[in-house]
């Protein structure tokens, strides 16, 4: 992520979750197809605005990072 840009919590919360899939592909091929990065922004942002409780309880409430 960091070569595409994306190296804070900050970027992430900005980048659009099919654009981290492309990121994801582009840096591994196949390798990341498993990753659903559907919830990475909105986790990223309650991480760079030091919510960790509230990031903690949506992870808990996540399938695998993946909305239920």
Do not use: C
């Amino acid at each position: 992520m960091a070569e595409a840009g994306v190296d804070t919590f900050k970027k992430l919360s900005e980048t659009k979750a099919d654009k981290i899939s492309e990121i994801l592909v582009a840096a591994g091929g196949n390798a990341y197809n498993r990753f659903d990065p559907t919830t990475w922004p909105e986790q990223a942002k309650l991480a760079a605005d030091g919510k960790w409780d509230e990031l903690q309880k949506l992870q808990d409430e996540l399938n695998g990072g993946k909305a239920n």
